[in-house]
């Protein structure tokens, strides 16, 4: 065996034998070809330890925005590692951390402007969560705990974000957190009330307003959604929907969260989601695109109103404390991030390529399973179901989704592909990149239609 060949071979042994993938059944990992090892990339390329390149079409997972390879972000880490890595984030901050959260306070939706950094989308959660239950509490309603999310929502998986969170495995993990409820989301492909268009967004907004008032406005802390989910389908809903869902808030004291875990930073066409949608939060959630994933962080970004609770009893501080919160390589990572989004105009590309990137998906609804095509900027998909005329829909463990998975990637692109097949690309994607992506999806649908006729009836 040549010395590389018995490297390579390492690798996978130590990879096979003791790292843990989050979700990949053992049955894959425990395979030859099973769990796939990445060693480079650059820009939308990522290339694996066999040296077979795929196009990146999810960005890692929804992360990287800026693109793979990024020296600039290398360089902005190194230099501040070798300075000042880190500090305590209990009673002090550090440069990188201070001039982050100004960043920040200039491109946040509104009056957003206090950032309680974090390490990721699950902890940024959990904190706003926790800051709106305590500053109800300093407001005097010590009873409002009370939590309301959207189904088919997805806002993290540590136990307090889970609970908010519709895959929720209550089998393994009940009972979750008590007082979360959870009403219909924005859905124009199958609505909850079968309502068409914006009547149908309207209409779910009004439920929010009523589980309210079914709940008991003194028992309820927050409510709590993605501007668009991708978890919930891709959805994209009237802007009158959260102009709806930001007055209902208001006429029952209960603190609006938009959770921009992955519609932030771009993706969406904008720099963030609720700019579109011309509400602002009271707080936001961040994380994936802040460091375009070169290191992780996140952050809990409020408005004056909910800090003015902390200035108004100044003794008192938030009950909550990460230890790797403002973490001083991190936020120089995200500093160094969001000059490339400046210099390579990046929010503005994702829309103009996210109308590209529509125009190609377009042409795959001729396709007999392709149900619907939608989204945003560089934030798109195309749901396969098993019957056009019904929209019946198809699970993500049915065999023509992992059929239609397994080509994809053979094929050389790297996506999620269960019954929606993602489309959110590196914000630097090429025309090109785009065509062949679609094109892969495009044959790998040829591919699987024929081969499993009977799983389709459209
Ligand atoms: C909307 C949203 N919120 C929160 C999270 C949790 O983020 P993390 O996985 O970084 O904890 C995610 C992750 O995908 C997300 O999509």
């Known amino acids: 065996m040549t010395s590389l060949a018995s490297a390579k071979k390492q690798v996978i042994d130590h990879a096979r034998e003791h790292v843990w993938p989050h979700q990949l059944p ?34 890692g997972l929804w992360v990287v925005n800026a693109g793979h390879g990024r020296e600039e972000i290398a360089n902005a880490m190194a230099e501040q590692a070798k300075k000042l890595a880190y500090v305590s984030s209990v009673n002090f901050t550090n440069e990188p951390a201070a001039h982050l959260a100004h960043k920040l306070a200039e491109i946040a939706p509104g009056d957003l402007s206090r950032s309680y950094f974090v390490s990721g989308g699950s902890e940024a959660v959990e904190t706003a969560m926790k800051i709106a239950k305590q500053v109800q509490a300093m ?51 199958r609505n909850d009330f079968g309502l068409e268009g914006e009547a149908g967004d309207i209409m779910a907004a009004k439920y929010v307003e009523q589980e309210i008032i079914n709940q008991g406005p003194e028992t309820v802390a927050c409510v709590i959604g993605e501007p668009i989910s991708s978890a919930a389908g891709i959805h994209v809903p009237s802007p009158i929907y959260w102009k709806m869902l930001r007055e209902i ?33 009271d707080i936001m959630t961040i994380a994936k695109g802040l460091t375009s994933g070169y290191v992780p962080m996140g ?12 200035e108004n009893q100044p003794e008192v501080s938030m009950g909550h404390l990460l230890t790797f919160g403002g973490h001083a390589v991190a936020a120089a990572a995200a500093l160094a991030n969001l000059q490339i989004f400046e210099d390579e105009n990046l929010v503005a590309r994702s829309a103009e390529m996210g109308v590209y990137l529509r125009e190609q998906l377009e042409q795959l609804r001729s396709h007999p399973s392709v149900g619907d095509v939608r989204g945003v ?19 993500k463990t049915d065999t023509f989704c ?40 495009d044959e790998a649908l040829t591919e699987t239609e024929a081969e499993l006729p009977h799983e389709i009836e459209g």
């Not at 395979?31 to 066999?50: P, R, Y």
């Not at 609970?163 to 924005?186: C, D, H, I, N, Q």
């Not at 900027?377 to 699970?395: F, P, R, S, Y």
């Open 402 to 441: 992992t059929l239609l998975g397994k080509k994809v990637l053979e094929k050389g692109l790297v996506t999620r592909t269960w019954n929606i097949v993602h489309f959110a690309p590196p914000l630097v994607v090429t025309k090109d990149e785009i065509d062949r992506m679609v094109a892969i999806v």
């Open 139 to 189: 407001r005097g309603f010590s009873r409002r705990y009370k939590v309301i999310a959207r189904r088919g929502s997805y806002h993290g998986m540590t136990h307090g974000a889970m609970s908010l969170t519709a895959s929720r495995e209550e089998k393994w993990f009940g009972p979750f957190m008590y007082g979360v409820s959870s009403v219909p989301a924005p859905n124009r492909y």
């Open 299 to 310: 952050a809990a970004v409020v408005s004056p109103k909910i800090f003015a609770e902390f």
């Open 249 to 281: 808030c208001d006429r029952h004291g209960v603190i609006l969260i938009a959770d921009e875990v992955i519609n932030g930073f771009g993706r969406t066409g904008t720099m963030f989601c609720m700019e579109q949608m011309g509400v602002t939060p």
């Open 26 to 59: 053992w049955n894959v990992q425990a395979e030859q070809e099973g769990l796939k090892i990445f060693a480079s990339g650059k820009n939308t390329t990522l290339v694996d330890i066999d040296g077979r390149e795929y196009l990146d079409g999810i960005s």
């Open 377 to 395: 900027g560089l934030l798109q998909g195309i749901e396969v179901v098993k019957n056009k005329e019904t929209k019946e829909a198809l699970k």
